[in-house]
């Protein structure tokens, strides 16, 4: 299974959240100059999309996040422990 990514206009509306259809799936939403902006979804109440940064940018562009169910389950890719890091003991 290959993820394709697929583009969409802003004119072009997510579909729903299955656990709350008021609003779009959570969706990368990128900006007029190319860049990624945020993590983004569609109020579908109030017919606007909105994002979870703070910066307020003009939106150009968005896609579906992509499923890594494929590469997390790769073995031959190296886990790293990122700057930190603690180990929970329970």
């Given at each position: 299974?290959v993820n394709?990514?697929i583009?969409?206009?802003?004119?072009?509306k997510?579909v729903r959240d299955?656990s709350?259809?008021?609003f779009?799936?959570t969706?990368?939403?990128?900006?007029?100059?190319r860049n990624?902006?945020?993590?983004?979804y569609f109020?579908?109440?109030?017919?606007?999309?909105?994002?979870?940064?703070?910066?307020l940018?003009l939106?150009?562009?968005?896609?579906y996040?992509?499923n890594?169910a494929?590469?997390?389950?790769?073995k031959?890719?190296?886990?790293?422990t990122?700057k930190?890091?603690?180990?929970l003991?329970?």
């Open positions: 299974m394709k990514i583009f969409f206009p802003m004119a072009t997510p299955e709350d259809p008021s779009s799936k969706v990368l939403i990128y900006g007029n100059e990624l902006v945020e993590l983004g109020d579908f109440e109030v017919d606007q999309w909105s994002h979870f940064g703070k910066n940018f939106l150009k562009c968005w896609c996040i992509p890594p494929m590469y997390i389950n790769t031959d890719w190296e886990v790293i990122p930190g890091y603690k180990k003991f329970f």
